[in-house]
């Protein structure tokens, strides 16, 4: 990020609330491979005080040390405060010449196995649906629970597509994958306690969610747009 981009992000994009900001320093941190040390040395800051505010919830650093955190880990500093939680992703304009290339499947594999979040695309009798599910990928398969009768378990039986995409509007770019495959319900109990115990994380959602849908992928695509 330029200094130009951390001075504006800093003017004019302060939180109107700071919510958790040491977890999501330390996320951040994390995501990027970045030591404390690393990021305290490009914030040109004292590790203990980043040890700090990491650790302490009810921190409040000022503005300027905001911006040279956000600069630090290429982010803004309303991504840090976490104002722009209930935001949708994309609202920064696009840079002057993007570049818009294929990704190998490789790194759509790769991409794909960090697990998280992703869209399921299925056919319903109302007509096609895109709905968010908490998913993991175990043995090449993506796989995730949901409850008996609800909108991701009509996914069974069916051709279906699912998406997982992140967009870094800090620096206009970002990437998604796209899956494409036939889902099934997973009714071997044997097959059920092999991904209860591979699988990532239980379902954000709660409540009773013991459906298993598999999806074999058939089709596997992606795509990036860079600076």
């Given at each position: 990020?330029?200094?130009q981009q951390?001075?504006?992000?800093?003017?004019?994009?302060?939180?109107?609330?700071?919510?958790?900001?040491?977890?999501?320093?330390?996320?951040?941190?994390?995501?990027?491979?970045?030591?404390?040390?690393?990021?305290?040395?490009?914030?040109?800051?004292?590790v203990?005080?980043?040890?700090?505010?990491?650790?302490?919830?009810?921190?409040?650093?000022?503005t300027?040390a905001?911006?040279?955190l956000?600069?630090?880990?290429g982010?803004?500093?309303?991504?840090?405060?976490g104002?722009?939680?209930?935001?949708?992703?994309?609202?920064?304009?696009?840079?002057?010449?993007?570049?818009?290339?294929?990704?190998?499947?490789?790194?759509?594999?790769?991409?794909?196995?960090?697990?998280?979040?992703?869209r399921?695309?299925?056919?319903?009798?109302?007509?096609?649906?895109?709905v968010?599910?908490n998913?993991?990928?175990?043995d090449?398969?993506?796989v995730?629970?949901?409850?008996?009768?609800?909108t991701?378990?009509?996914?069974?039986g069916?051709?279906?597509?699912?998406?997982i995409?992140?967009?870094?509007?800090?620096?206009?770019q970002?990437?998604?994958?796209?899956?494409?495959?036939?889902a099934?319900?997973?009714?071997?109990?044997?097959?059920?306690r092999?991904y209860?115990?591979?699988?990532?994380?239980?379902p954000?959602?709660?409540g009773?969610?013991?459906?298993?849908?598999?999806?074999?992928?058939?089709?596997?695509t992606?795509?990036?747009?860079?600076?």
């Open positions: 990020m330029t200094e951390t001075r504006a992000n800093t003017a004019t994009e302060l939180p109107r609330g700071v919510g958790d900001l040491g977890r999501r320093l330390a996320a951040r941190r994390a995501q990027l491979g970045l030591s404390r040390r690393d990021v305290a040395v490009r914030a040109d800051m004292a203990d005080y980043l040890r700090y505010l990491e650790s302490h919830p009810g921190a409040a650093p000022g300027a905001l911006g040279r956000a600069g630090a880990l982010t803004t500093v309303t991504e840090l405060a104002a722009a939680a209930d935001l949708p992703p994309g609202p920064g304009r696009a840079v002057r010449e993007p570049r818009f290339t294929e990704m190998a499947l490789g790194e759509c594999l790769v991409r794909l196995g960090s697990h998280g979040v992703g399921l695309a299925l056919p319903t009798a109302a007509g096609p649906v895109i968010p599910v998913y993991s990928v175990v090449g398969a993506i995730f629970r949901t409850g008996l009768g609800a991701p378990s009509l996914a069974a069916c051709q279906v597509a699912f998406e995409d992140r967009i870094d509007d800090a620096f206009s970002g990437w998604s994958v796209l899956v494409r495959g036939y099934r319900t997973v009714r071997d109990p044997a097959e059920q092999h209860t115990e591979r699988s990532f994380s239980t954000w959602a709660g009773t969610r013991d459906v298993w849908i598999r999806i074999d992928p058939e089709v596997v992606g795509r990036r747009v860079t600076a």
